[in-house]
């Protein structure tokens, strides 16, 4: 059961549901109305809070995609790799970057550095959930956070273990014994 394997909530849905809908708001007023920007999804972690994310931002923005690989169980290795491109050019756009998690900061590090070189008007990270503990990028600070969280592996709401668990709407620690049993 899934249940079972739940150690604590950390956050709740309507938690993540208020704080999301405050973070849509900050970024509409953070932009005008005829700024061109694009919503930068780094897959697969972004991609559900992304989803609420974009219905809480009342501004024309694109949407676009980019797939990167970086992670392998439960330590960031930091090589960044990129299995999935942006499908548009984002020169001289307005780019807002939305992730999961920074936790090491390595992934947005080669990220900024890649799409600096496409030339965009900016450059801005959203992201739901920071570790600043494990921060081993000290230059890389998000524009808009969610929650700042302890030291603790989590699941759900978009996270992974082992591909599976994005699906719940809440974000999670798991109980020791599922990394144990694999
Ligand atoms: P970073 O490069 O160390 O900042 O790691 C970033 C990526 O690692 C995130 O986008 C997540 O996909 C993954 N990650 C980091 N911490 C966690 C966690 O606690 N649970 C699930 N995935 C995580
Ligand atoms: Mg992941």
Redesign the pocket.
């Known amino acids: 059961m899934l249940e079972n394997m739940i150690e604590e909530i950390l956050i709740d849905e309507k938690t993540l549901k208020n704080r999301v809908k405050e973070l849509g708001e900050s970024i509409t007023a953070a932009y005008d109305e005829d700024d061109d920007i694009v919503l930068v999804c780094?897959l697969r972690?972004g991609f559900i809070f992304m989803a609420d994310l974009a219905r809480q931002v009342k501004l024309p923005v694109a949407c676009d995609f980019m797939d990167v690989t970086?992670?392998e169980g439960t330590t960031?290795t930091g090589n960044v790799r990129i299995i999935k491109d942006l499908e548009e050019s984002i020169e001289g756009k307005h780019v807002i970057l939305v992730?999961?998690?920074?936790?090491?900061?390595?992934?947005?590090k080669h990220v900024i550095s890649m799409l600096e070189t496409r030339k965009p008007k900016s450059i801005k990270v959203c992201t739901l959930l920071d570790?600043p503990a494990r921060r081993s990028v000290k230059e890389v600070e998000a524009d808009w956070n969610g929650f700042e969280i302890p030291n603790k592996?989590?699941?759900g709401y978009g996270?992974?273990y082992d591909e599976k668990y994005r699906n719940l709407p809440y974000i999670f620690v798991p109980k020791p014994e599922l990394y144990e049993d694999n």
């Open positions: 780094i972690g970086s992670y960031s992730e999961d998690i920074i936790d090491t900061g390595l992934t947005l570790k592996f989590v699941i996270l992974d």
